[in-house]
């Protein structure tokens, strides 16, 4: 309940310092708009960076999955093709 208080009394504390140091606000304000702007801009390029890398992954992973599969099909079609190729073999065999 007391903190209910003090943040009610802290809250109007606040209303009217700000309406009686108005200017005061104001300046701190306008000083601080530039910063904010190049700091969120700053960061919007951090990000945006982070995103294409992330991306960049996300394909290059993809491509290499894809490359896994096709040689794991790959060694597949080998060995049947070498087992085709013995019973050609064997029989060729048999027919001689």
Request: glycine content about 8%; charged content about 30%; proline content about 1%.
């Amino acid at each position: 309940m007391s903190l209910l208080i003090g943040g009610i009394i802290s809250a109007i504390f606040g209303l009217i310092s700000l309406i009686f140091f108005w200017s005061d606000f104001m300046t701190i304000i306008k000083g601080a708009f530039p910063i904010f702007l190049l700091l969120g801009g700053a960061l919007a390029v951090y990000v945006g960076i982070d995103e294409i890398q992330e991306k960049e992954r996300e394909e290059r992973q993809r491509q290499e999955e894809k490359l896994e599969k096709a040689q794991k099909e790959l060694e597949t079609i080998r060995a049947q093709a070498e087992l085709y190729k013995e019973e050609l073999n064997k029989l060729k065999e048999s027919k001689q």
